[in-house]
């Protein structure tokens, strides 16, 4: 598996993507991240890096418990991965801390093929509607 390297500060886009992937591979993928230990979730959006990718591209995005190995994991998923592609199709796979700047825009993509949708965790400050209303 071959690993690529993005710079700090580079620019990211995320969103759903026009035309996607297999339904089948997708649902393949899904019953992988289930058995594979240490997936929190994953999901299925399309990127695009610029001075990194020639052209925006599905990519396998996988969140990773912080307190699993993420060599193992990301091992686990490109073995895997073999044997539910067909020959001649690449996917890139990126793993995830939960606590990645990306992971609230990777989600809103709504590309979401395992795991459970919890709310994100809101930081304190001010609140949507002053402290007097109660609905």
């Not at 996607?20 to 289930?34: F, G, Q, W, Y």
């Not at 825009?105 to 949708?117: D, H, L, M, N």
């Amino acid at each position: 598996m071959e690993q690529q390297k993005v710079s700090a500060g580079s620019n990211i886009l995320v969103g759903a993507p026009a035309r996607p992937m297999d339904e089948t591979i997708v649902k393949s993928l899904s019953e992988l991240m289930a058995q594979t230990a240490g997936v929190i979730e994953a999901h299925l959006p399309q990127v695009f890096i610029p001075d990194t990718m020639e052209e925006p591209a599905q990519v396998l995005i996988v969140v990773i418990d912080p307190a699993v190995s993420v060599d193992k994991v990301m091992q686990n998923v490109g073995g895997g991965l073999s044997r539910i592609l067909p020959a001649g199709i690449h996917l890139d796979i990126m793993p995830m801390n939960p606590q990645h700047e990306l992971f609230s825009p990777v989600r809103e993509a709504g590309c979401q093929i395992f795991g459970s949708q919890q709310p994100l965790q809101k930081h304190s400050g001010p609140t949507d509607k002053p402290w007097w209303k109660i609905w």
